[in-house]
């Protein structure tokens, strides 16, 4: 990367955009690496964020507000250009003599023209939205998906996850959605207890539960992600113990943990105001890839718990294939006390929505062997 190239938030907010649309690059990584390096403000280090997140986000709504304009399809570079221009027009509140003419100064000299056409007229010419999905610039499937899921509470859903989502710092420091801390207190790990967290990285709800005297053995499949989670665990001085074990085959005698949480892989679908790109990620058959994997990794820990411990299984999603359709564990009752925090009964578990507390969307269910 060339940082010397970065002389502006935009400038920084292109080159990412361009990063993500047409390398396949995740927002949440390469932009922080860029950041890290551009010598920027911290105004414009936020400025650059918004619109690298936000135009991510709305690129659907983007691309309808300039395709209005268009006669032929634009190489992908000026689409991406022109999808930063619309973000900062229809979206960001941005005063138009500074989205077009700044946005216009990226534009190779043989497409400032065409560009400066295309914004001025995205600037002068209201936008009238060809549909909900497009206006909320989500795949047509995933709004599909979660009108069935939710059906009420999906409009209010769908908007929340456009909106960005609120900087919540617990008392050491470590930054963590509300609705991730209230699964980690869900777990209900005492003084002195030994827990496993199966799929632990970066370590936000280990390092929680080994915040009130429990050893947690904090768990992760990814070499990468096991690093991070080291990381983190050292920075905070957690008692917790990092192994490198795959959830569905771990390698933990039966019966050796007084408490187990699987927060399992799944589609992230309740998550996406966090992760821009992954809208545009996901599809609809991985819901169901994700749903036998999870399936086989809860009946893999399920023996790990010992009689009258507690699984506690969650998901950053709202799909009831990835939750609360799969079978109760063997040997498990269901634990029906209402958990703290914001939860709303759903099924055999809790459900959170974005709009309930301005969190990420979850399911949670909670587990006690009730035998051998």
């Known amino acids: 990367m060339s940082a010397p190239t970065w002389t502006t938030a935009r400038s920084v907010a292109l080159d990412a955009i361009e990063r993500i649309d047409l390398d396949g690059a995740y927002a949440n990584i390469v932009l922080p690496q860029m950041l890290g390096e551009c010598g920027l403000s911290t105004r414009d280090r936020a400025f650059a964020t918004e619109l690298v997140y936000g135009t991510t986000r709305m690129r659907r709504a983007c691309d309808a507000a300039v395709d209005r304009f268009l006669l032929r399809e634009p190489e992908p570079a000026i689409r991406s250009l022109l999808r930063l221009g619309a973000y900062q027009l229809v979206f960001a509140d941005v005063a138009p003599h500074a989205a077009v003419g700044e946005t216009v100064e990226l534009a190779p000299k043989r497409a400032r023209g065409f560009v400066n056409a295309i914004l ?132 933990f005698a039966a019966s050796s943990f007084d408490r187990v949480l699987l927060d399992a892989p799944c589609s992230g679908l309740g998550a996406l105001r966090r992760r821009p790109d992954a809208r545009w990620r996901i599809q609809p058959a991985d819901i169901d890839d994700l749903a036998v994997l999870q399936r086989s990794m809860l009946a893999a820990v399920a023996p790990l718990v010992r009689a009258g411990g507690t699984l506690v299984y969650s998901v950053c999603t709202v799909t009831a294939a990835e939750s609360v359709d799969h079978p109760v564990p063997d040997g498990f009752d269901i634990v029906a006390e209402p958990p703290a925090g914001s939860w709303r009964p759903y099924g055999r578990g809790w459900r959170v929505l974005p709009q309930d507390d301005d969190t990420d969307a979850m399911v949670m269910i909670r587990y006690r062997r009730s035998h051998d």
């Open 120 to 251: 001025r007229n995205i600037a002068r010419t209201p936008m009238v939205w060809p549909d909900e999905a497009t206006r909320l610039s989500y795949p047509d499937w995933i709004m599909q998906r979660l009108v069935a899921e939710l059906g009420d509470d999906a409009p209010d859903a769908l908007e929340r996850m456009n909106v960005a989502p609120p900087v919540t710092v617990r008392d050491d420091g470590y930054t963590q959605d509300r609705a991730s801390t209230w699964a980690a207190a869900a777990v209900g790990a005492q003084p002195g207890e030994v827990v496993l967290d199966v799929c632990a990285a970066p370590g936000g709800k280990a390092t929680a539960m080994a915040s009130g005297g429990a050893f947690v053995v904090a768990a992760d499949v990814s070499s990468s992600r096991t690093y991070l989670l080291q990381g983190n665990i050292e920075r905070l001085g957690s008692t917790c113990a990092v192994v490198g074990a795959d959830g569905s085959k771990p390698p």
